[in-house]
């Protein structure tokens, strides 16, 4: 007998929702997608993202009562974005509408709090900055005071749906509290918060690890959609969604998502303390921490002149590698990971052809991979066991062949990666496994594995000695 788990993604631009059974296999999804303004990057209707989430519900039921068994439906979870907060009433009706956590505006906020933190509470999370749900509280209450006594709760994106499924909005997950100051190490609120920050202590929610179920869904919802009172269950961020959408929920599995950035994720037994801050910490629902880093470098260059001629271009690509060609395809100014340096800028050799250079920007990326788990072993102790990837970057045969070359490791090209999903699997593990680990290890699957060549591993291996001579000779790593 199959059982099926509901996973919910709340992104920037839409709602993604999926069903799974218990092997992983999707069954059905539906999508919804909501216009991104210059407006909406800072500032989002709460109640929109229900409205589409409940637009994909339906569909799904739909799809549901002609093919499988409601009473096979156990659980659902939800993910959104990290980072991204809204005041609620003592109705549970938003004050405001959703904080973004791409909205810029709470910076000197996001200082303020960096600064608290490191002096009254160092040893948590300090790495406070815009984006941080923290910093966006104090930013409001500095903003609207007019509407401070009005407040009951401050929940973040992926609470208020699971709110508006189950009813409860007084608890998070860990992975989404940690930017709001939230200790995962001693699992408590710390006293500086309310302390020397202009935030009430009972405004904060009760922390549970992600895959904790914490209700069921409403009678009203189930009535709606005709589906039964399932559990719903503590959800997760989406990076943290993703990562475990992957299949990288052991100690010593990473995951790299290459998409506009390079994002690193995985997980070690002890907490990785990094003194400069180019990484952090999440709390594995086992207790396991799971570290992550991203760079301002990834596959964003591809849109400068490469888009309209990818196959001709991986093609020539692989023809031409290992290039011996040092290249650094930063767009932007200043690096975040794997070392910090504002002053660090994109380079890349003159005089070359095109060819040349997006196979010499593909092992560009790879050195920096590759830096950033050396990084990841010397500061945690603990061996990358394996590398699975996703993102746009793992669609190409050429780079991935790149990669495992340059990292001398095997990398697998997960087949199904997205927030949505792994807010299933998050679901299912709460309902139906006894663990995270479990669940994932049931769930996903690996579309290929792609293997060192080994012609390739003793050039990459100097080629990546003199990609990190190139970025100390510039003062961007010391």
Known sequence: MNSYFLGIDVGTQGVRVVLLDQTGKARSHAEKVFPLTSESRQEQSPLVWWDCCLHCLHELADFIKGNIEI???????????????????????????????????????????????????????????????????VWFVNHFPEKIDRIKTWVHATDFLIGKLSGNYRTTDFTNALKTGFDVGTATWPAYIFQHLPLKKEWLQE???????????????SALLQIPEIKVVAGMTDGCASQVAS?????????????????????????????????????????????????????????????????????AARQLIPTSLLAYPLMQAGERFPFISPEARGFAPEDIDKNQLFAANMEGVAYMERLSYELIEQLSGEQVNAVYTAGGASNSETWLTIRASVLNKPVYKCRQVTGAAGAAIVAA???????????????????????????????????????????RDRKYLN
């Open 71 to 137: 009473s096979d439906i156990r659980a659902v979870s939800v993910t959104s974005t990290s980072g991204t907060v809204i005041p609620l009433d003592e109705n549970n009706i938003p004050v405001h509408d959703a904080l973004m956590y791409s909205d810029p505006r709470s910076a000197e906020e996001g200082k303020m709090c960096r600064q608290v933190a490191e002096t009254f509470h160092p040893e948590g999370y300090t790495g406070f900055n815009a984006s941080s749900g923290l910093s966006k509280i």
């Open 207 to 221: 922390v549970v690890p992600s895959g904790t179920v914490i209700g069921s869904l409403l009678p009203e919802i």
């Open 247 to 315: 299949g990288a929920v052991s100690p010593g599995d990473w995951n790299t998502t290459i998409g506009t950035t390079l994002v690193v994720k995985g997980v070690t037994t002890r907490e990785i303390r990094d003194p400069l801050g180019r990484l952090y910490c999440h709390r594995h629902p086992e207790g396991y921490w799971m570290p992550g880093g991203a760079s301002n470098t990834g596959a964003d260059w591809i849109s400068n002149g490469f888009q309209e001629e990818l196959t001709v271009l991986n093609e």
């Open 429 to 471: 593990s709460g309902s139906y496994f006894k663990t995270l680990t479990e669940a994932a290890k049931a769930m996903t699957s690996v579309e290929k594995v792609v293997q060192p060549v080994p012609e390739l591993v003793a050039p990459y291996q100097a080629g990546y000695e003199l990609f990190i001579e190139a970025l």
